[in-house]
């Protein structure tokens, strides 16, 4: 082959391999309208919750068992914990070396037992037996926070809300969306960036994304509906 011909085969076979443009870290309204038209076109617009529950005290329970938990493993263990403890009072009554035993799979089981059953109480004593719904009165309830009481929110009482949990905050920040670490400064600049009426959905979204496509460890950029948006992209 001779010099020039060489030097066109090079030309184009790196012109081939030429990196896709680097996408612009400025969160912009076009790059967020993207992203929420790509994860609409990607994945469900239904939201559902993947904690199994009949009710709002249920999922309260279920929720608060998820914390360093897989959802998977919470939905084992609440079939039969909600067959033997029927009702909020139930929960309230129940010996914490027994409900510790009862729980000892999701971890941190003794924090969690004691919060459950405080919780169950509080809800008994200053609500009536019903689960409040403001983010005041959810967050005052022994063990639950803003991620869990935003659970709530969203999914029982239908008030638009954002959940960050490790999948939200990992690939947020990939995205650019947030620059921060600390979950509640990531919620509130989620708020800030996505419409309104996504809120809901970009939970389940980005948390399914996370289970199947950008994984933690070994995320599959090349696979990744996201790249064409996503600066971290590393295809």
Excluded at 164 to 178: G, P
Excluded at 194 to 204: A, D, F, H, S
Excluded at 209 to 215: L, S, W, Y
């Amino acid at each position: 082959m001779t010099a020039t011909g060489q030097k066109k085969l090079s030309e184009e076979t790196h012109k081939e391999q030429k990196p896709m443009a680097k996408v612009s870290k400025r969160v912009t309204k076009e790059r967020v309208r993207k992203i929420c038209d790509i994860l609409n076109e990607t994945y469900t617009t239904e939201y559902k919750c993947y904690l199994n529950h009949e009710n709002a005290w249920q999922l309260l329970i279920a929720t608060m068992l998820s914390a360093q938990c897989t959802d998977a493993r919470v939905n084992i263990v609440t079939e039969k914990l909600f067959k033997k403890y029927t009702s909020l009072e139930a929960f309230a009554r129940a010996d914490i070396r027994e409900l510790e035993r009862d729980i000892y799979s999701t971890g941190f089981y003794k924090n969690k037992a004691k919060n459950i059953i405080g919780a169950a109480g509080q809800i008994i004593e200053r609500h009536g037996g019903e689960v409040p719904e403001s983010i005041e009165e959810l967050t005052a309830l022994d063990g639950v926070g803003r991620k869990t009481a935003n659970v709530i929110r969203g999914n029982i009482f239908h008030e638009p809300s954002i959940v960050v949990d490790t999948h939200v905050k990992r690939i947020s920040k990939k995205l650019y969306l947030t620059k921060n670490d600390d979950p509640v400064k990531i919620e509130h600049d989620l708020m800030k960036v996505l419409p309104k009426e996504q809120w809901i959905l970009y939970n389940i979204q980005i948390i399914t994304h996370g289970r199947n496509v950008c994984i933690a460890r070994r995320p599959k950029c090349g696979e990744c509906t996201l790249q064409s948006v996503c600066p971290s992209c590393e295809v």
